[in-house]
């Protein structure tokens, strides 16, 4: 898991300079630029279906939850989990044009949102450290 959370790191931070960047400057994008993105896109999916399966730690009585329904609930609840179905829609995909397909691509920056996830994992990283050292 923890190699996981580094590369989503990687990507997260790679969105958030390659996606504004690419709306400011470049004009045309070539099919490799959209694959990539296309292949991005879905690992940022499959990392939800990671966090729907990754265990918890509850703050009331600092247990770690493993059962997998309350997991998913847990996950649901939560705001990250709004902010990563949200940046990760593929806007892209939807082959509008024109001034419409401007408007759509401006809806792209919601990627940058991924950011945050950082600081999320870099806290359950810091949670699990201390967990294995209580042990």
């Known amino acids: 898991m923890f190699y996981w959370d580094i590369f989503i790191i990687i990507l997260s931070i790679y969105n958030t300079i390659a996606l504004p960047f690419t709306l400011a400057y470049l004009q045309r994008t070539t099919y490799a630029y959209h694959f990539f993105n ?4 879905i690992l940022f999916f499959i990392d939800i279906i ?4 990754t265990s918890y730690i509850m703050a009331t009585s600092g247990d770690e939850i493993f059962h997998p329904k309350l997991i998913a609930i847990n996950y649901a609840k939560s705001a990250i989990f709004w902010v990563d179905i949200i940046s990760t829609f593929p806007f892209e995909l939807l082959g509008f044009s024109g ?5 759509v691509s401006l809806l792209g920056v919601l990627k940058v949102v991924r950011i945050g996830k950082i600081s999320k994992i870099i806290a359950n990283l ?6 294995k050292a209580s042990i």
Not at 50 to 53: F, H, I, M, Q
Not at 99 to 103: A, D, G, H, P, S
Not at 126 to 131: A, F, G, R
Request: proline share 0%.
């Open 38 to 41: 296309i292949l991005i896109t």
């Open 50 to 53: 990671v966090s729907l399966r």
């Open 99 to 103: 001034t419409l397909q401007k408007i």
């Open 126 to 131: 810091n949670v699990s450290t201390q967990l």
